[in-house]
């Protein structure tokens, strides 16, 4: 074993052989991999090897693409057989309910370029003959899903990786992780020490073990998983003799289950509700190649539906159950990226479906690595979205929330009730008192809206306007044309300050740095000219004589750009940035009406000249130390008040108490963003994301090119220079009684012009055959006369995509925003666009100038 590698691979499973390999194939050939016992000793080698595309982050689906692409590929440079079975799946639906997602599944998929089908129970039972097909209403065909050789997948990428150059160490396990001060790691081994310049944690079922060698808990857990395998059943040796095939995969939501055969029988899985956490609190260094006692009882609820509506499986004979342990984090998604607050420290973890993502997940990571972006949106999987409130037992608690869900639908406004409330206000109890439906936003309670007096406080969960409908366009109503209240601790705050904050702040924004009192919205860009933040930045008076910077931006986006903010700090410790968190809280009024509501609770003056749109003043609101934005996210007149929590009740009472003559009402969250629709402001994560350049996003105004030589500003200049490709736009949209989501297909009238932004279609897939052996293409019967397959259609093409929407109440229009070509962003035409909404394509116009104060009048006076 060589003393010292660029990069140190920990783990030995199919991620950090996936990992090995793209290091070694993006040019990094002094790297190696080392593992405690032999490959694939963790998770992998008892894996079902299943693979499939879908996911519900379009994102991470791309990822998931490649990584079934990629299977050819190592095993032509390995000369290992994967073992590939690319026998295409359904995913069936035994409600209403569950067409409408696999609508939605479908609908993304066509700006994905994935070749899904929506079809019939009969069309399903033609391809698994084992199901009972009157347990369905119909199902969704994927061609690009299969199944594999575990073992045979994982060695494919170790061989591939030591071809160009990798070495791996086997049956030595990293006892312990040390940093010199040049950054340099020593991973300490049983036979010896390497220095490397990164460690990467590819641990598995020890990535937690190895986090903590580094003081990093991360939010992973192992829970055991099982599957049966069925005796040789005449029926499957039957229906391949017949057919010249296999039989496909099956994901069945009802039962929980997923089914495929495994040689002249059938794999059975289930996702149990019992479900049993695996050694939560510590990983045993000397478990290998084991299983798990299986019990049977606990997954026979979902068994009873599986045999009800697969009749074909019951009477086979179970040859042998497995159940092994596999990780998972909070919300399923793998754990990748840098670790915020540690040098050079990567994860590539808690990969749980390893043979549908390890691929994608190796090339992202090595992307970032080498290249310093992964060259995806990776936010979906990035390890940095998880706060410190994921500790150990809240990440017990959401796994195995999360677990039990995993075939169970997500309805868009339902929020999940396992380990909360975490993290609260002062004002928690309030506004359960004042019936508010509270969300988890980042960790935080926050409420989303109010019940009326009298009602339950609860969402009733679904696809379509629900009875937050009402509710929420009384909120919207009264704060327009009066003035609300709502409760903003759910922003992130920082404070930058130093001798050298202002000139590292014009380093890292596109916007020039506000004089002093005043307040500037910037984007911030990576070094490719791509979005990665979006605050808003006011300039607080000096202290000490050192300028003082009031930051405002996205929750949940905290450790991602605390990790970019140290990543560029000084080194001569002239920059000092400290993140609140919740030690800084605040609230937010909004509405004609608000001025004179805040002037009674102040003793100075906030008159329109002594107190502008955009100033920024430290002043007692209510006898209570704050800190005073004249801005809003409602796009009205209004102001942010900041406040350390001692003094939130005060100041909330004090505003409740003085706005009894103005007709004050609570509004939450999504009144919140209804209100942002009607300005066309964009959110982050949803609009503003790493995958889009500053013009594609429509924030022209606040890039400065001319300011100073910022961060991404020679690809902005030449973004600009060149024309942006997307565009961000707003659509009024002619919805019925569901609105956008975000992900859906945005549709032009533009005849056979190809405007070039959809995905291609993936290289291979498997055909849909019917009973008969014959290829069936494109009936769509499941969806109806009007369904149209694929991202063509006549004159229509799908050139876009919705970031999100909803009903804008004040307005009375449904509204979505999302990215069109920007030779289309400016046409304003009826009839050219359309926006797909569960399987219906609604028309829908672009409107460039906001539909609420189009010239932001009432936000200035």
């Not at 390890?358 to 992202?364: K, N």
């Not at 706005?659 to 919140?672: H, I, K, S, T, Y």
Request: net charge negative; hydrophobic share 40%.
């Amino acid at each position: 074993m060589k003393s010292h590698a660029k990069a140190v691979v920990i783990g030995g499973g199919v991620v950090g052989c996936s990992v090995l390999y793209h290091l070694a194939k993006a040019g990094w050939t002094d790297i190696m991999l080392i593992e405690r016992s032999e490959l694939t000793s963790g998770s992998s080698w008892h894996a079902a090897g299943g693979f499939h595309t879908l996911n519900g982050d379009p994102n991470v689906a791309k990822l998931q693409a490649y990584t079934v692409q990629l299977y050819k590929e190592i095993e032509e440079i390995s000369g290992q057989s994967c073992s590939l079975h690319l026998t295409g799946g359904v995913m069936m639906a035994d409600t209403p309910e569950r067409m409408d997602f696999l609508r939605l599944a479908h609908a993304k998929g066509r700006y994905l370029g994935m070749d899904t089908e929506l079809i019939t129970p009969s069309e399903a039972k033609a391809m698994f003959p084992l199901m009972d097909e009157t347990n369905f209403v119909g199902a969704m065909w994927d061609p690009v899903e299969g199944h594999l050789d575990p073992s045979g997948t994982t060695h494919a990428y170790a061989k591939a990786a030591r071809k160009l150059g990798a070495e791996i160490v086997l049956r030595n396990r990293v006892v312990e992780l040390t940093q010199e001060v040049d950054g340099t790691w020593n991973v300490v081994t049983e036979q010896g020490t390497v220095k490397a310049e990164h460690v990467v944690n590819c641990g598995g079922l020890w990535a937690r073990e190895i986090g903590r060698m580094v003081g990093v808990e991360l939010p992973v857990l192992a829970m055991e998983h099982m599957y049966l395998l069925t005796e040789p059943m005449p029926e499957v040796e039957e229906f391949n003799k017949s057919t010249g095939r296999e039989m496909i995969g099956v994901l069945d939501f009802k039962g929980e289950i997923y089914t495929r055969q495994e040689r002249n029988g059938i794999l059975l899985g289930t996702y149990e509700k019992a479900c049993k956490p695996w050694s939560p609190v510590n990983t045993p260094w000397d478990f290998g190649h084991e299983l798990l006692q299986p019990d049977i009882d606990r997954i026979a609820p979902s068994l009873e539906i599986g045999f009800k509506h697969f009749p074909g499986i019951e009477k086979a004979g179970i040859k042998q159950i497995i159940n092994g342990p596999f990780t998972f984090a909070l919300d399923g998604n793998p754990l990748v990226g840098p670790v915020q607050g540690l040098t050079n420290f990567w994860c590539a973890c808690a990969v749980m479906a390893g043979f549908s993502q390890g691929g994608g997940v190796g090339l992202a990571l090595s992307n970032w690595m080498v290249h310093g972006d992964p060259g995806f949106d990776v936010w979906g999987m990035d390890v940095a979205r998880f706060g410190e409130w994921a500790t150990l037992r809240y990440t017990n608690a959401k796994v195995r929330e999360n677990y039990s869900r995993r075939f169970s639908i997500r309805f868009p406004n339902e929020e999940l009730p396992a380990a909360r409330p975490a993290q609260t206000t002062p004002l928690y109890d309030t506004m359960l008192a004042n019936n508010a439906v509270m969300g988890d936003s980042w960790g935080l309670e926050t409420p989303l809206w109010f019940a009326p007096k009298g009602s339950e406080p609860k969402d009733i969960v679904s696809f379509h306007r629900s009875n937050d409908f009402g509710p929420i366009g009384e909120e919207v109503r009264a704060t327009r044309e009066r003035v609300g209240v709502t409760e903003i601790a759910n922003f992130a705050k920082y404070e930058v300050s130093g001798p050298g904050a202002e000139d590292f702040l014009n380093r890292l924004m596109t916007n020039r740095m506000p004089k002093s009192g005043r307040i500037v919205l910037t984007p911030m860009l990576n070094e490719f000219g791509r979005l990665i933040g979006d605050f808003t930045i006011a300039k607080a008076g000096p202290r000490g004589g050192e300028d003082r910077f009031m930051i405002w931006g996205s929750s949940a986006a905290q450790k991602y750009h605390m990790r970019w903010f140290e990543k560029h700090l000084p080194k001569d410790g002239s920059v000092r940035i400290h993140r609140f968190d919740q030690t800084l809280v605040g609230l937010s009024i909004a509405g004609p009406k608000s001025r004179d509501l805040l002037q009674k609770l102040v003793d100075v003056d906030i008159s329109t000249k002594a107190f502008r749109f955009m100033d920024f003043r430290e002043m007692a609101v209510g006898g209570a130390p704050c800190m005073v934005n004249r801005i809003t996210y409602t796009g009205d007149l209004g102001y942010e008040i900041w406040m350390a929590p001692a003094y939130q009740r005060l100041v909330y009472n004090a505003i409740k108490e003085a706005g009894e003559e103005f007709g004050l009402v609570d509004f939450g969250m999504r009144a919140l963003l209804s209100m942002r629709l009607e300005k066309n402001f964009p959110t982050w994560f949803r609009e503003l994301r790493p995958i889009y350049g500053p013009f594609e996003g429509s924030m022209d105004r606040f890039i400065k090119l001319e300011k100073n030589d910022f961060i991404g500003r020679e690809a902005a200049a030449k973004e600009q220079a060149e024309g942006p490709k997307l565009r961000r736009v707003s659509f009024i949209v002619d919805a019925a009684d569901a609105d956008v989501m975000g992900d859906e297909p945005i549709w032009a009238k533009v005849g056979g012009k190809d405007y070039g932004t959809v995905e291609k279609p993936h290289g291979y897939g498997a055909p849909r055959f019917d009973a008969g052996g014959n290829e069936v293409r494109g009936s769509n019967a499941a969806e109806g006369a009007s369904a149209v397959r694929g991202i063509v259609d006549g004159d229509w093409r799908v050139v876009g995509w919705v970031t999100s929407g909803g009903y804008a109440h004040y307005v009375e229009k449904s509204m979505a925003q999302g990215y069109v070509p920007a030779a289309l962003a400016e046409n304003e035409s009826a009839g050219l666009f359309e926006v797909e909404i569960l399987g219906h394509r609604r028309l829908a116009r672009i409107n460039v100038e906001p539909p609420f104060d189009p010239s932001g009048e009432k936000m200035r006076t």
